[in-house]
């Protein structure tokens, strides 16, 4: 299935946007960018130690430079940071430059994943629990917004989650033109 257009993946942290990425690009013979990884390599240091030091507004103002940046590639699988979707250009971007998967997961299910991350800052309080439902409570109709495609994460295996975003892909597209 050759694409002409980039598809980007957004959710809460923790919903699998790495890992499904990085399995889609593969299935798709495209490119795979992690857009907190590409901040980090730019900022020199981890999001966590930048948070800390310049606050959340600063951290924004970078991702979004990053996500307008990435959403004009061409061919690629991109995977947002969770809170991308909190700035409307972003979103827009995302909307207008990509396809759009939002990986719906519960919040249970994210904590039971997340429990013993410390590499999240936005998890980094007595209740992380409670934070991860606050942040789907907020998020929730941003990523809805955000998004072409919703798929409920669940327990499905990486492989199904990728042939259910592929098959999405191509009900939507069924014959892409090629570039």
Known sequence: MKLPYSVALIGLPGSGKSTIGRHLARRLLIPFVDS??????????????FFEREGEERFRDVEQAVIDELTQQPQCVLSTGGGSVLRSVNRE???????????????????????????????????????????????????????????????????????????????????????
């Open 93 to 179: 971007h995302l909307l207008q430059r990509c396809r759009v998967v939002y990986l719906r997961s519960s919040p249970e299910e994210v904590f039971r994943r997340l429990r013993h991350d410390r590499n999240r800052p936005l998890l980094q309080v007595a209740d992380p629990l409670q934070r991860l439902k606050d942040l789907y409570a907020a998020r929730d109709g941003l990523y809805r917004e955000a998004a072409h495609f919703v798929i409920d994460t669940g327990r499905p295996s990486v492989a199904t989650l990728v042939n259910m975003i592929v098959m999405q892909l191509e009900l939507a597209d069924p014959q892409p033109s090629a570039q």
């Open 36 to 49: 907190d990884h590409l901040i980090e390599q730019r900022l020199g240091c981890t999001i966590r130690e």
